[in-house]
């Protein structure tokens, strides 16, 4: 089979898998269970550049592999999967139709550009980026679930306005030049642990909500 299926790209295979699992119910009408997978990926994201930068003896072909995969599944976990979500809520051929379009369309521009950047840097340091140019795409698993929490402090007629221009924010965000530090490992691990107790209050107050 053509491809790399070791160890360092497990974490963006399961990611990518969870998206997939969340679009569909987003068409069964489970939206909470939709977002209970775009948090996932986004811990799965969290922890895959780490993995695979655990691995000393990666080949240029293997680090090359994993910046296209990596990309290729985030703008389906962080640009299709919100789209979906906040399309479903409703005014589809209004704000619905534009924050879905603007969702995609700039996560893609903006993973795009992070790519031709970032094997343009790994050609001149072998040192780990510090910042990235423009808001990382896979901040829609930290801030549209958090939307989604506070959903009974909303108007339920407000709520669809909210969400989707929510969504447009974070596309313009996506591609706005603009310097964002990146995580340090504590970080990361307060990241890790606010995803962790998200899940745990989706899991025991989305299930009563429509």
Not at 87 to 98: A, Q, T
Not at 161 to 183: D, E, G, R, S, T
């Amino acid at each position: 089979m053509i491809g790399f299926y070791n160890y360092t790209v497990i974490l963006t295979y399961l990611s990518l898998c969870s998206a997939v699992v969340g679009i569909t119910q987003v068409f069964e009408g489970r939206d909470y269970i939709a977002i209970l997978c775009l948090l996932i990926s986004g811990i799965c994201d969290l922890f895959d550049g780490k993995v695979a930068r655990h691995k000393k003896d990666r080949t240029d072909q293997e680090k090359v592999f994993g910046i296209q995969i990596d990309s290729l599944a985030d703008i389906v976990c962080f640009g299709v999967l919100p789209a979906c979500i906040g399309y479903n809520y409703g005014f589809n051929y209004g704000l619905g139709l534009v924050s879905a379009v603007l969702i995609v369309l700039c996560g893609l521009i903006r993973l795009g550009y992070f790519n031709v950047m970032e094997q343009e840097r790994q050609q001149t340091t072998s040192e780990n980026r510090k910042e990235y140019q423009g808001l990382p795409i896979t901040t829609s698993s930290i801030i549209l679930p958090l939307l989604f929490l506070g959903k009974h402090n909303i108007p339920d007629e407000a709520y669809p306005y909210v969400f989707q221009a929510f969504m447009v924010l974070l596309a313009v965000l996506f591609v706005l030049n603009i310097k964002v530090k990146k995580l340090s490992a504590k970080s990361i691990f307060l990241m890790f642990t606010l995803v962790a107790l998200l899940i745990l209050g989706l899991w025991k107050f989305a299930p009563f909500k429509k």
